[in-house]
């Protein structure tokens, strides 16, 4: 409508016709449809599936997948406080790491066009402020965190702590991770898009990490006010490597670089299904790290000595489970080379039946896993195995997606994309097995980003130009690549 007005002449003055063909021009431009400026991103999509060698109908369900899993984050979390749920539809509390998968995910929705860039910043504000706001304290009850550091779970409508759940360092890192990858990517001079950033520093900045240093240099799991600190520190390869190259690059609690290559030489580096790698059993640990870090081609000295990268380890973690779910050495029902996939998901629930005469016992939520030093399978699959390894081995996990949609439609695949798990071998559904009716955040968030960083690399672009992931990657040793030698 300004151009409108513009050729207009209420004064009656004479108009030039340079004028009148530049005022027509500026009309055409406002009146150009939105779907112009979509032909053209649908000429570089076309471009990026022909560049990765997917098929029309590949890239269709890529499409529904990503689209699905991002509504998943945006249509249940609390509007009011940002505080992601656990779960649903069953509802329960919320999960701090599901706020940093949902943080991650709105700048997503942005670049698809799923949600303008105004929604997510009211979003993003709305998350931050809460936990900037929220009482910290060493009480038991009435506080969100305590130290920097935030309770694992709360409560979905207060953002208090949950019953007696533990002051959580990983998931604490997970939700930082969220932080910071909305402080990098909103870059604009406004102010709220500067309020993001300033409070995305605060947050991080009062982490303190020297209270979880009881066994120095490592790093312990969790604290609550009526136990103290988790029997347990961090070790050997999980999705603790997130939590290490945030602790390392923080400029006011920074662990020393020791931390680093004392919890590498916790390491177990075996062969499993013909490949070497470093051993752990759910496929969460070899993708949550690799969510927001680009591992590609960048190694630290434990790497450096084995010759491949980290990257590379997960890929051969994921190939080890399709082979392990070729050769079903425990006889499951279902498991083939294109229906696999263990992680830490939903189970039919704790229970042991005996089928076809053998006596089999299965689990409610559990860390599903296969590996050398350890094997957790009771038949049960989770898609978010296979969704989140996309970049890793994408032939063969984007076949296992589309394989258990064909095989079991509705019963796995929803409004929100995949169910979180489904077992074939328990008994119910009229023989077809035991099926999920819930999502979980924490394993739609890894479907999402890795399916983007498959795809466009996106996740991966905007952290690299994050100062404290960079700083956290070199202090801990890591060289080559996108990272450079300094």
Known sequence: MAAMTSIQ???GKPVSKLTVILALALLAIALTPP?????????????????????AGDAAFLDSLEHRTFDYFWETTNPKNGLAPDRYPTRTFSSIAAVGFALTSYPIGVERGYITREQAIARVLTTLRFFRDARMGPDETGVTGYKGFYYHFLDLDTGTRFDRVELSTIDSAILMYGVLFCQTYFDRNTAEEEEIRSIADSLYLRMNWHFFERDKPLINMGWTPEKGYAPLSWKGLDEAMLLYV???????????????????????????????????????????????????????????????DYFENSRRATISQRDYAIENPLHYKGYSDSIWGFTASDGPGDTTIVI????????????????????????TITPAAAGGSMPFAPKICIQALLAMKKKYGNLVWRKYGFVDAFNPTYPANDGKGWFDQDYLGIDQGPVLIMLENYRTGFVWKIMRENKYIVDGLRRAGFTGGWLGTK
């Open 9 to 11: 002449c209420g004064s």
């Open 35 to 55: 779907t112009a400026s979509r032909a053209v991103c649908q000429q570089d999509k076309t471009s990026h599936q022909e560049q990765l060698g997917l098929t």
């Open 246 to 308: 945030l602790a390392l690059g923080s400029p006011t609690y920074a662990v020393p670089p020791t931390a680093w290559t004392v919890w590498t030489k916790t390491y177990i580096w075996a062969t499993y299904y013909g490949m070497n790698f470093i051993s752990f059993g759910p496929l969460f640990g070899h993708q949550y790290s690799q969510c927001w870090i680009d591992f590609r081609g960048i190694k630290d000295e434990y790497m450096r000595k084995k010759g491949i």
């Open 356 to 379: 076809d005469g053998v006596k089999r016992r299965f689990q409610g939520y559990t860390a599903h896993g296969v590996s050398f030093d350890w094997v957790n399978d009771d038949g």
